[in-house]
């Protein structure tokens, strides 16, 4: 069986390496569309709905927005399977140099991307490239 390409996949696990995370997967083609996405937030853009990624896996029914925000306070639940991802700009820079950095070290991997809140009661974020299978 081929293995299917362009994807991201999103999905919450309650217990994830030991505690609540949100688990993005993309291959290369995935990780580049991610990366543009970071950048623009970065540079001004003031909300995203994932629901609007080309590659992303409509099966995996999580509801993401990233929000511009004055402060880092991480990625949140608000309603049950609806999360907002606010931080500020400059992180969202952080966030794309990580994934940019997997693919030119490496052909999979995966980052941590904290948002360093104060209070920390925001999910674990973990971005995989080419490391779980197709079903995570």
């Not at 991610?34 to 003031?46: A, I, P, R, V, W």
């Not at 999580?62 to 606010?86: C, Q, R, S």
Request: proline share 2%.
């Amino acid at each position: 069986m081929a293995m299917e390409q362009k994807h991201i996949r999103i999905g919450y696990f309650d217990n994830l390496k030991g505690e609540g995370s949100i688990l993005i997967s993309a291959d290369i083609d995935g990780l580049l569309e991610l990366e543009d996405t970071f950048l623009k937030l970065s540079q001004g853009l003031t909300a995203f709905n994932f629901s609007k990624l080309k590659l992303l896996d409509k099966s995996h029914k999580i509801k993401l927005v990233a929000i511009i925000d004055m402060e880092n306070i991480g990625l949140i639940p608000t309603i049950k399977g609806t999360f907002e991802w606010k931080v500020r700009p400059e992180k969202w820079g952080e966030y794309r140099e990580k994934l940019t950095a997997l693919y030119r070290n490496s052909n999979s991997g995966h980052q941590y991307l904290d948002s360093n809140s104060i209070d920390n009661k925001d999910l674990q974020v973990i971005f995989s490239f080419n490391e779980y299978p197709l079903s995570f």
